[in-house]
């Protein structure tokens, strides 16, 4: 069975466009540090950190997010018994998909399981830091070897209308990041 890991906000709205075109043979887990978002979704839901000052998010820092991520090692590890693959998505240039991604993947491998990061990197109009962020969150995976597919959404920005509203750029976004997972589920 392949375990898809929704991390942070962006990765856990991908997760609902995931389960409406492949709900069979994949098993999907929402994970935030932010307990309010875990309550909205139909996967199983992972709080990431043990003490509640992770509970209200990360702040956009992504030592957090690896912090919170590195606390729930066992309830992770858990998780992906039986997995055949684990596949985690997740929107970089925030702080839980950005710090937690890695460590996630770092738990599968170590179990012996193929792992894939599928990230998102922000739209140029969402600014420098989290570009920044976001980058350093590649970097990561470089470093640690993990596998991975990256999005840069500035690249569906030719898709839609020249002054297209916020929420169909991120809808799209999901979307892209949800197609590239599910490409991975059949690869």
């Not at 906000?9 to 069979?24: C, N, V, W, Y």
Request: hydrophobic letters at 45%.
């Amino acid at each position: 069975m392949i375990k898809v890991f929704g991390v942070g906000d962006g990765g856990i709205h991908a997760l609902a466009k995931m389960r409406s075109e492949l709900d069979r043979g994949v098993a999907y887990f929402a994970v935030n540090t932010e307990a309010t978002s875990l309550t909205e979704t139909r996967a199983t839901a992972l709080q990431l950190g043990r003490t509640p000052m992770y509970h209200f998010g990360t702040g956009g820092d992504p030592e957090v997010g690896k912090r919170a991520a590195e606390e729930c090692t066992d309830d992770l590890r858990a998780a992906m018994l039986g997995a055949s693959k684990v596949l985690i998505a997740g929107g970089f240039g925030g702080g839980t998909a950005t710090g937690a991604a890695a460590v996630i993947a770092d738990i599968a491998q170590r179990m012996g399981l193929p792992a894939i990061v599928v990230a998102t990197l922000p739209f140029s109009f969402e600014g420098q830091v989290r570009a920044q962020i976001a980058q350093r969150g590649v970097e990561t995976l470089r470093q640690l070897e993990i596998a991975s597919v990256i999005i840069r959404l500035d690249q569906l920005t030719p898709f839609v209308d020249s002054q297209p509203a916020l929420n169909r750029l991120y809808a799209m976004a999901d979307a892209a990041l949800a197609w590239h997972v599910l490409t991975q589920c059949m690869a």
